[in-house]
């Protein structure tokens, strides 16, 4: 079973998690038990997302085990989540024995201040090119979603969606992901 993890935090966007974590767990559908995802936060204390969508974490930063794969989303909340040391610990923490680390939107800034762009191409919300562009050795690139190494990221609030069939395209083949668009009525990868 693959792990995946969501590192939440207050203001996040919602719609930066919740579109992969649905992408990502739709795979269940097709291939029974075949990844568990969970809501990682801080504390398990509710957390009180920008829209007002309050969400349970499932567990926290410190009792996490390693993760397969780890989703970073964005969000007005980002600013101060990118200076939390315990935060950013646990990214460095986890992005060493992951498959994939990954954000969406602003979540690539947490990646940044992590230190695990420098060297990479990565992608952010639009707005966001010139931020991210000005840290060191970071090139930004203006697509849905870029892989660099086990880095990926997704450009804007909907590319969870993207970045999610593209993890499930790596994990499970194109064919798994094709499926699950079709399923949830999506448009990726059925033009071809």
Sequence with gaps: MITIGVLLFPE????DFAGPFEVLSYVNKLIPASV???IIAESLEPV?????????????????PQL??????????????????????????????????????????????AGLLSGKQATTYHTAFAELAAFPDVTV??????????????????????LGFHVLQLLFGRLIA?????????????DD
């Design 48 to 64: 009180k997302c920008f829209n007002g969508l309050r969400v349970l974490p499932d567990q926290t930063t410190a009792e996490c």
């Design 141 to 162: 690139v203006n697509q849905k979603v870029v892989q660099d190494g086990k880095v990926i990221t997704g450009g804007g609030v909907s590319s969870g969606l993207e």
């Design 12 to 15: 996040v966007e919602e719609l």
């Design 68 to 113: 397969d794969i780890l989703v970073i989303p964005g969000g007005q909340g980002r600013k101060p989540a990118a200076k939390n040391p315990v935060l950013l610990e646990f990214i460095k923490r986890q992005h060493e024995g992951s498959l994939y680390t990954c954000s969406v939107c602003t979540g690539a800034f947490l990646l940044a201040e």
């Design 178 to 190: 094709r499926d699950v668009a079709r399923r949830i009525e999506y448009n990726w990868g059925l």
């Design 36 to 38: 568990e995802l969970k």
